[in-house]
């Protein structure tokens, strides 16, 4: 890891399957990637019953690859807060987000950070489908366990969970009102819907996922189609500087203009 990593993968599972989105940058057709409605959520805001207490604790959702779910401590007060949902990379786990939540904590942010079922997330090797069923069942949690304000809701991830992020929230904009994408490496094809606010950082050094391969084409493709980007390039390699955490978080809890 890069000792200022906010989140990281290790360096030989970050190529072993960045070599596959590499291959996929430019947008893939719907038929490629299952059902062109695929990528498409089932589960909606509603108003939790018994909101459960601040702290983390596991999602509890499956025995092997589970995640967590961290509510803050200004939940006790009772008012809807902002929250992100934050996809690994590549070969990874939730485990690494877990130095997220004293930020989480500072700025009152919800935090919850699901597995994928395989080692990455179904569409960037294939088809949507396992991972959106079991994400479906841990917003179904997220929303019967903590308030939440349904105006500032995102998707994030790192890596290869930026990828799927950016699909995720292009597809499901009525549902996320942001896009954290830290280091993406393209956008899955699917229906769009909504227009959330997006942002894209990306360090000029990234040898997994080449920035002039990636967030540079992003960005503008994104731009041009219409959406609010905010994009940070960084002095360095394949990693989430904490400044660029607090920056993605920031914007979050800020009110949509």
């Known amino acids: 890891m890069h000792p200022r990593d906010g989140v990281a993968i290790g360096r030989r599972a970050a190529i072993r399957f960045a070599a596959a989105g590499l291959g996929m940058l430019l947008p893939l057709k719907a038929s490629a990637l299952g059902q062109p409605d695929a990528a498409r959520l089932r589960t909606r805001w509603r108003r939790a019953e018994k909101p459960g207490a601040a702290g983390t604790r596991p999602l509890g959702l499956d025995s092997g690859r589970d ?14 807060l902002p929250t992100a949902m934050m996809l690994h990379g590549a070969g990874g786990r939730a485990e690494p987000f877990r130095r997220m939540i004293p930020l989480a904590d500072e700025l009152g942010v919800v935090l919850v950070v699901p597995e994928s079922r395989g080692r990455t997330w179904d569409a960037i090797r294939g088809r949507f489908g396992p991972d959106i069923a079991f994400l479906d069942r841990v917003l179904d949690r997220l929303f019967a366990t ?7 809701v995102a998707v994030g991830g790192f890596s290869d969970g930026a990828s799927y992020a950016l699909a995720l929230g292009l597809r499901n904009g009525d ?5 954290l994408a830290f280091s993406p490496g393209f956008i899955p094809e699917a229906r769009r819907s909504g227009k959330p606010r997006v942002f894209i ?4 050094n990234d040898e997994i996922l080449p920035i002039d391969r990636t967030s540079r084409r992003i960005v503008p493709t994104l731009r041009d189609a219409g959406y609010a980007v905010r994009y940070e390039e960084f002095d360095g390699p394949h990693t989430v500087p904490p400044d660029l955490s607090r920056a993605a978080l920031e914007a979050l809890v800020q009110p949509s203009g």
């Open 67 to 80: 995640g967590f779910l961290h509510v803050p401590p200004t939940a006790r007060t009772g008012e809807p």
């Open 146 to 152: 903590a308030t939440i304000d349904p105006r500032r």
């Open 175 to 179: 549902l996320f009102s942001d896009i």
């Open 201 to 204: 950082s990306h360090g000029t």
